[in-house]
């Protein structure tokens, strides 16, 4: 049996020009902007998740809140919510229940429940400035009554879309703290995750294009070293191109892991 001590649920959408929040009834318009234009897979998406949850107790620790614990069940259900608010961008599911229904689906109870959502950022970093920069989800977030997390992330098109269930309730034995993968860059890498990919590709890309029209570089002084795929001193269409293509090798199995070698 519930014993539910409340129940907080926020939205909010890349194209609002102003965070909104959203009761259980709100109607909650589909985001019309997306800063996404690479497509994820799905081991990308699961390191988006766990770099939000890490970004969550990050903004905790700093004011002095303890840090909240993956559930494994309930990081399932906040990935059915991300997959649901693809087709209504509401805490209504698709099927018209509430949004913590689904926590039913995995076994799960609670003394007290939350639930941000989010649509059309393009990272973990811009989707928790989103959050932290409105007040409903910030105080999802920052709630000290909350023990678990789950999140969920996925992508349709060009939008990702994001999830994250709080949860109070017993203790849990298979709940974890959430641990920041060590970085350590090297070409093609941008983002020291490890590995090559389609975000470093748009971020090579988004370089050539503020270069093409005299913007201001982006990238501090080691990301443009490691984006220089090819040492000529520049970042241009070419090492865009060596990343992209480097990408499709890898997502079809090749087993050269130096870009360099590669080309």
């Known amino acids: 049996m519930k014993k539910l001590l ?17 009761a259980e009834a709100a109607s ?13 897979s799905a081991s990308e998406l699961s ?13 905790r620790s700093q004011r002095g809140l303890a840090p909240l614990r993956v559930l494994p069940k309930l990081q399932s259900a906040a990935q059915v919510r991300a997959q649901e608010i693809t087709q209504l961008f509401d805490h209504q599911r698709p099927n018209g229940k509430k949004c913590f229904s689904v926590i039913e689906e995995f076994g799960l109870d609670y003394y007290y429940i939350g639930e941000n ?18 007040d409903g989800h910030r105080s999802n977030i920052l709630d000290p009554d909350f023990m678990y997390i789950g999140v969920g992330v996925t992508q349709q098109g060009n939008t990702i879309y994001w999830s994250q269930i709080f949860l109070k309730y017993d203790e849990f034995s298979d709940a974890y703290i959430p641990k920041e993968k060590e970085k350590t860059r090297s070409y093609g890498d941008l ?25 201001a570089s982006k990238l501090n002084s080691d990301q443009k070293k490691y984006a220089d795929i090819d040492s000529n001193g520049k970042i241009d269409s070419k090492d865009a191109s060596y990343v992209l293509g480097f990408y499709t090798y890898l997502s079809s199995g090749g087993k050269e892991n130096d870009i360099r070698k590669w080309i």
Request: aromatic fraction near 6%.
């Open 6 to 22: 409340g129940i907080i649920m926020t939205a909010v959408i890349v194209a609002a020009s102003v965070p909104c929040f959203y």
């Open 117 to 134: 959502i989010a649509a059309g950022q393009a990272t973990p970093e811009k989707v928790m400035n989103s959050w932290m920069n409105s």
């Open 191 to 215: 983002d020291a995750d490890g590995k090559v990919d389609s975000r470093d590709a748009s971020t090579i890309l988004g370089e050539y294009a503020v270069a093409s029209s005299g913007g």
């Open 47 to 59: 390191d988006y998740a766990n770099q939000v949850a890490v970004l969550v107790n990050k903004e």
């Open 28 to 40: 909650i318009s589909s985001p019309s902007v997306t800063e996404q234009t690479m497509t994820l």
